[in-house]
């Protein structure tokens, strides 16, 4: 194969991966340089939170559970306030995609430097993006302020993840990695990441189906999240993730369902136009289509494959083509309006690609 020209650039970034990797949490701390850390994470992880508390011990400076999908502007500035009242010079952000996300919004503004503790496999805590919505809008950009500066990896923290949320979380991180592959900055690193995590995802996810307290096919799923979310941090995504951040935005659905839903449909939408991507996804799946092996990947492990059975209206869709067609950006296909129309018209009704 010949390799053509591209630029790869390294994120400054340490990752301690493992069974058993909270336990060096105190020591992850100290070497971040920080004495005071305030811990971040979902009404629902308040229990995990507490226990990163208990575990840092003086070095906590409290717990902020109000972390939320997609970081509405109100519940980051609220955070922010917290952070500055409590002298916290650092922040554990313990859960999925919304605790991460609120760590970015934090360090966004204020700097704090971000520890995060995965315990899905959403991959957002290996980039430098954020998402904050204000007035019903998603908002996305790029800083690098907002990279977690270290990640710790302990698949034993996944186990008590309902297999539900591990498959959708799943897709949702091999979204990241499909999209890489036909990604307008693409490169040759991320090409092996991408297909790696992949294939990890894929043999992980319907291992947990059966068997969920598998401690190796958790750890192949963070594996494959890790590898997934690299990629998303370092190469521009497309048409997909701007249909999951409208529809995640601006109607509030749920955003791992909604990117396990619409990713077949998206890649059926790009495959002609991206022949040597179609064939990797395919492959590291072990089918031979790669919308059909994503969809079939959802399908036969219990995760919902239609827009409509997680609260989309029918008579929202022609807003969310117009609000897709907004601002023109990369994709291996021109964006048609009437074929996205179409695509979103699949995507809710669950057909298969």
């Not at 952000?93 to 609120?102: K, P, Q, R, V």
């Not at 059926?268 to 022949?275: H, I, K, Q, S, V």
């Not at 994709?331 to 018209?345: F, H, K, S, T, W």
Request: proline residues 6%.
């Amino acid at each position: 194969m010949t390799i053509s020209s591209f630029v790869y650039n390294s994120a400054p970034q340490r990752v301690v991966f493992g069974a058993g990797a909270l336990q060096h949490l105190a020591r992850e701390i100290e070497a971040l340089g920080a004495r005071r850390a305030l811990v971040l994470s979902t009404p629902e992880q308040r229990p995990q939170a507490e226990r990163i508390a208990a575990l840092l011990g003086d070095h906590a400076a409290g717990v902020f559970d109000r972390a939320v999908m997609h970081v509405p502007i109100e519940t980051a500035r609220e955070a922010r306030e917290v952070a500055r009242r409590l002298d916290a010079d650092c922040a554990v952000a313990i859960g999925g995609g919304s605790t991460t996300g609120l760590g970015k919004a934090i360090a966004l503004d204020s700097g704090l430097p971000i520890l995060a503790i995965p315990t899905t496999y959403a991959g957002s805590e290996m980039t430098p993006i954020y998402g904050i919505t204000e007035a019903g809008m998603k908002k996305t950009g790029k800083d690098a302020r907002v990279l977690p500066r270290t990640v710790i990896y302990d698949p034993e923290l996944t186990l008590s993840l309902p297999v539900a949320m591990s498959v959708t979380s799943g897709i949702n991180a091999i979204a990241h990695a499909a999209e890489g592959l036909y990604a307008v900055d693409a490169n040759p690193i991320m090409d092996l990441m991408a297909v790696e995590g992949i294939a990890a995802l894929g043999r992980a996810l319907p291992v947990l189906r059966t068997s969920a307290q598998d401690v190796a096919a958790r750890g192949d799923a963070l594996y494959g999240a890790w590898l997934c979310g690299t990629v998303l941090g370092n190469v521009g995504m497309a048409l997909h993730h701007k249909l999951c951040h409208t529809l995640g935005g601006s109607f509030n659905l749920p955003h791992a369902e909604t990117h396990t839903i619409v990713l077949p449909h998206a890649l059926a939408y790009n495959a002609a136009a991206a022949p040597r991507a179609m064939e990797r996804i395919a492959g590291a799946l072990g089918g031979n289509s790669a919308a059909q092996a994503v969809y079939e990947l959802a399908r036969d492990n219990g995760a919902p494959v239609a827009l409509r059975d997680i609260g989309m209206k029918e008579a929202d869709l022609d807003v969310a083509c117009a609000h897709a067609l907004q601002n023109q950006y990369p994709n291996p296909r021109p964006l048609e309006r009437d074929a996205i129309r179409a695509l979103l018209q699949n995507a809710w009704e669950g057909a298969r690609p």
